[in-house]
């Protein structure tokens, strides 16, 4: 088909290349445009678009200039995830309850308040990073906690790994003082946290997970957002009972290859060639044949998870005997002391039943 020029310059990919333009009356005196140089159809982005992004980023900048995060809980995962925030350009005020963990990110320039409250009463947003429900629980309603100085125009985001029932409780005591709450739970582990990789499962006010885009766009490589409070912290159960379940499938392939007089690496090698493949069983494996679990995502908070997602099983009647075994598992790993070890060292808990 042969299209006009004027058809042409409406393609998104339409580009001129050294056009002149040249005005001229005909032989009736109309006015007539030509033009020398050609055009070119390019995937290339047009000045007006590489402008249009610059602008964008300029704007993102100036807003990342101005918020002012709190960050409640420096743990494994609370402190890559801070430390993010202020490499990017956010202003970060830390609380921890073992308040020497804030010292490394005072370094990085984060300011420092002595309870969740000074954190609120400081902060248009603070993001939550706990170990478990109980512990999520105690940091907003106990003594100095969040709800002392929650109020209109603050954000609270918990992106602790908790039950909907926590999640909601939260949601409640927080707009019930007029602040808006959203639950962020993330998939990803130390590494992804500090690569700003996670996963973000998002859930409860609307408008307050938009504002908080750039900041998940530092934590993350992808936000969902999932609806009401409550679906965040059910996907990310249901995520994470995947995975323990599948850690455990896994380790006892691992001791399984090796008592039949296998190589556990040779079983590796051949996991990672067929269908089965993956990030996780290519990055714990090694280190699992070696017997070395430095902690990424510490074995306690696996089970918890377990035991998490069973009685949402429990709740919905759906029968998990797989995963109920992995939660056997993992427990069993925990009596043997492993509990802050890497959740991967519950394959030390299947050597032990088969010693
Ligand atoms: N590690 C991982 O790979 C991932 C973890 N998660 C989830 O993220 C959350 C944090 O995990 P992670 O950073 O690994 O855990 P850590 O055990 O490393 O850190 C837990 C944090 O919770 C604080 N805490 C515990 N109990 C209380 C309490 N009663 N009051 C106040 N603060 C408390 C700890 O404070 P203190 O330093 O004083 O002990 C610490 O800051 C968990 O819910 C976990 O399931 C989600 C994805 C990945
Ligand atoms: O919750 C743990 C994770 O790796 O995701």
């Known amino acids: 088909m042969i299209k006009s020029f004027a058809q042409m310059q409406n393609e998104s990919n339409f580009r001129e290349q050294n056009c002149k333009y040249f005005n001229f009356k005909d032989d009736n005196g109309s006015l007539i445009r030509k033009r020398s140089g050609f055009v070119t159809f390019s995937d290339q982005p047009s000045l007006s678009t590489i402008i249009a992004e610059r602008e964008r980023e300029r704007e993102r900048s100036r807003r990342v200039r101005k918020m002012e995060v709190g960050f409640l809980g420096l743990g494994i995962m609370g402190k890559a995830m801070s430390m993010n925030l202020l490499k990017n350009g956010f202003k970060v005020t830390v609380w921890n ?14 300011s420092v308040c002595e309870t969740p409250a000074e954190v609120i009463k400081k902060c248009k947003y603070t993001i939550a990073m706990l170990s478990d429900p109980s512990a999520a629980l105690s ?53 992804p946290a ?35 409070v409550g679906n965040g912290a059910k996907m990310k159960l249901i995520v994470n009972m995947i995975m323990g379940s599948m850690m455990n499938a896994f380790s006892e392939g691992l001791v399984l290859a090796d008592k039949s007089g296998l190589s556990s690496n040779t079983l590796l090698d051949i996991l990672d060639l067929g269908a089965m493949t993956n990030p996780m069983f290519k990055g714990k494996g090694p280190s699992m044949n070696k017997s070395s679990y430095p902690p990424a995502f510490p074995l306690k908070h696996q089970q918890k998870d ?38 991967s060292a519950v394959i030390e808990a299947i050597k032990f039943s088969r010693e």
């Not at 709800?147 to 707009?175: F, H, R, W």
């Open 139 to 191: 940091v907003v309603f106990d003594k100095d906690g969040v709800l002392e100085q929650i109020c209109e125009g603050k954000g609270y985001i918990d992106m602790s790994t908790v039950d909907a029932e926590t999640s909601v409780k939260i949601n409640e005591a927080i707009t019930g003082k007029g602040g808006r709450f959203v639950e962020g739970p993330v998939s990803g582990s130390k590494k």
């Open 97 to 110: 309850r073992t308040l020497s963990k804030c010292d490394e990110l005072v370094e990085h320039g984060a």
């Open 194 to 228: 500090e690569d700003g990789q996670l996963i973000i499962l998002a859930a409860g006010d609307k408008a307050l997970f938009e504002e908080s885009i750039p900041a998940f766009d530092v934590l993350g490589k992808k936000s969902f957002f999932l609806g009401q």
């Open 306 to 343: 377990m035991r998490l997602a069973l009685a949402l099983g429990d709740e919905n009647a759906v029968s998990m005997p797989v995963a109920a075994a992995a939660n056997e598992a993992f427990k069993k790993a925990r009596s043997l002391g492993l509990g802050d070890l890497d959740f």
